[in-house]
Structure formats: C-alpha cells, structure tokens
C-alpha cells in the first residue's frame, strides 16, 4: 500500500517548519516516488497576509514582551479542552477537511499544536483512516495544548520531554523518542570540528537573533577576544548586516559575516561554541552538530524546557548578559578546554543527526 504522508506546519517560530522540512527530505531520502509527501502551512494558506500579520505579531510579542508572552503561554497549559478557543479557525479547518478528501492520507503529522485539535473537530466521533502523529519541537516545558488531544503517537525530541509526556498521563505506548528532524545536512556532513588546541584557535558562532538588544556590545567583545576566530550570522536583514560591518571596521578585527545561507549546518559542526538565543530549532540543531551552546537568550513557555536541557545536561551554560558571555567563554577553554570537554562529550550523547531518516522510516511501517 502506497504511504500517503501530510505533514503540517506553521510559521510561527522556525522549529515547526524546520522540523518538518527534516521529516519531508528523511522521507524522500528513504521511500523517493515509493511514496507521496505533502507539506503545507494551512494558516499561511488560507489566511494569507493576515497570517503573516499575526506571525509578525506573534515574533515581536515574544522578543519585545517576553513577560506577557509567559503569562499567556501559562494560560493556555491550563486549558483542559482547547476546541472553543479554536472554533475561530473554521475557515482553516475546512480548507483541512478539503484536504483530507483530496489527499486521503495514510497518516498525518501535526508539528504544529493548533492541528490535532483541528483534527479533532473536523472527525467528531468518526474513526480516521490515517494514523494521527504529533511532533513535539519543544523541550521539558512542553505546553498541554499538544498532549491534550487525540493522536496514535507522540514523537519528542529526547528523554527528558518523553519523561514530562509520562508524568501528564500520556500512555507511554504513544510516546516515541524519536530526536528532533533536523537537516540531513548533519549526518551528511559528520564531523568537521578539531578540538581546540592551547594556543589555536577557537571558532566561535555568534546567531544574532531578532531580540538581541547587546548584539553590538556582544560582538566586539567577542571579536576582541584572543585566539577567537568569529562567524557572526545577520539572516536575511541587510539592514543589521551593515551595521556589523560597521563594527567589524570599528574594532579592527577580521571576522566573518554570514547572511541567510544553507552552510548554517556545516558552520555549526565546524565551530567550538555556538552563541545565541534558547528557540527550538536552534538548540536541537546545535545538539545535532555536537556544539556545546552559551544562551544568551530565553524566551518565558517553551524556550525555558530548552534551556533546561542545554543546563541540565551540561552541554552548555545560560549566560544572558555581554559579561557573563565573555566569562562562560574564557571558562570554557580555561585548563586546556577542560570544560569546553565535558560540555562536547554531554551534547554527543544527546545528539541524534539521523533523527529525520529514523522519523521516516517509523512512517514508512
């Protein structure tokens, strides 16, 4: 019987759509034309520039009103049915509903929350067809808005969250630690980094992330610093490219600027230390490539559980202001790199780079 795979996403937040662009290539890598794979952000589809308002909305909430985001997210892990405050979204779900009767799926794949309970109100009392899959991108914290819902399985990222899943009366049947679908870049590539020598270099990546305020102050100290060798990456915003330019001629110092660039894999398996904010995609794609991670950033809900993980399982520290950032880097390479060892032999055993081709081939049963 031919796999009929849709997977779904949304743009709010770049793990949802990381994640399932690693599950879409892990499986045409496996299956190729044995199987059809759809992917669509049914929100961008169907509300058009008003989503992209609401993205825009929702990014400069979380950046510029961290603390009202918190309370909100608090409020809605509190929620025992989350159907009434979906029913807004009945022009989503009967463009879901065409869908499914276009597409007949074999299974479905929610790496958004808002879906399975889509799912829900579009079936009712009905038996679905397809096999239900939820793919959890957060870490610990793990908001109750994607467990308390119907679905045949869970996927989550590691141990810890499956651990939180259990805890909340999820059946542990349901619950798949499958690792976080990141680009097969990472296990493409394998390993590219040399440990760090006394005396040699040590590369550092600093991703400038849409709320980062000290960015300038961060950056010159960091350029400054001895034996650094420095990648700053400024997306797709030429704005904040010049002015780091700016700086790079200001502290006289040689550093490398990247702007959007499909190298971001390989920059993270050549680098010691990765330095930016705790979102979901990027601690998940750091632990894919074995970095050892400062957070300067964390955003109350959902980055917090990935903060923790960072913490908990020592494989990097939460450093949120330009001196505690300096310090955690000067401590790392301290005594020969010995913490900068521990923290690069903790994040290898979290790491888990074939996550998407593994994610596929439990797909493919």
Known sequence: MEKRILILTAGFGEGHNAAARGMRDGLAALAGAASTVELHEIFSETFGFANDWARKGYLALINRAPRAWGRLYRMLDGQENYGPQL???FMARARLSQMLLRFQPTAVVSVYPAYPHLLEMIL???TPSFQRVVCITDSITVNAIWFRCASDLFLVPNEQTAAVLSQAGVPDDKVQVS?????????ELGELRKAPQPGG???LLYM???GGLAASEIIRGLARMPDVRLTVTVGRDERLRRSVEAMRAEVGVDFEIVGWSDQLPRLMLESHLLISKAGGATVQETIA???PMIINQVVPGQEEGNARLIEESRSGIVATTPAAIFAAVEQAFDDEARLWHEWSANISRLSRPRASLEIAELLLK
């Open 87 to 89: 029913r807004w979204l």
């Open 201 to 203: 270099e040590r590369r």
């Open 208 to 210: 400038i992330n849409a």
């Open 179 to 187: 690792g976080f679908p990141v680009t097969l870049k990472y296990a």
């Open 124 to 126: 009712g009392d009905a």
């Open 289 to 291: 490539a074995k970095c």
